[in-house]
């Protein structure tokens, strides 16, 4: 039996593998769910700055890395929570980013055709 580390999107799993005589690979009887092992976060890189970034007390950020497809607010506007503040295109889906409070919008810290990361601002309210 051999032993590995394998770290699947920052998750490391502990995985012992067997060998098995004259190179057949038979399926196991049952499977085995492996126990994630906590890995080392890796050094966030720094984000560019938007000009306005930061601009509201609450943040709205990207919920999964894709891209900007739409933006439905602008600076100033008034919204609800639960309203459409942009669309962000991820694995061929539309997603709507939603005001997570009622406020104003304070600051639009993204453009139509953007690529974002998770967790991106991607605009403020106050």
């Known amino acids: ?6 770290t699947v999107n920052g998750t490391s799993y502990d995985v012992t593998v067997e060998e098995l005589a004259g190179g057949a ?14 890995a080392p976060a890796p050094a966030a890189a720094p984000a ?6 930061g601009a509201g007390s609450v ?11 739409d933006i439905k607010a602008k600076n100033g506007d008034a ?14 889906m539309e997603n709507e980013v939603v005001a997570p409070e009622d ?7 993204t ?5 974002v ?3 991106d601002t991607l605009a403020t309210l106050n």
Do not use: F
């Open 59 to 69: 943040k709205v950020a990207a919920p999964m890395p894709g891209k900007i497809l």
């Open 25 to 38: 690979v038979a399926a196991p009887a049952a499977p085995v769910a492996a126990a994630p092992v906590a």
């Open 103 to 109: 406020g104003t919008i304070a600051s639009i810290d």
């Open 79 to 92: 919204v609800k929570k639960g309203q459409v503040i942009l669309v962000l295109e991820a694995m061929k």
């Open 1 to 6: 039996m051999k032993n590995y580390r394998i």
């Open 117 to 119: 990361e998770s967790g």
């Open 111 to 115: 453009t139509v055709g953007a690529m």
């Open 48 to 53: 560019p700055a938007a000009k306005s970034a």
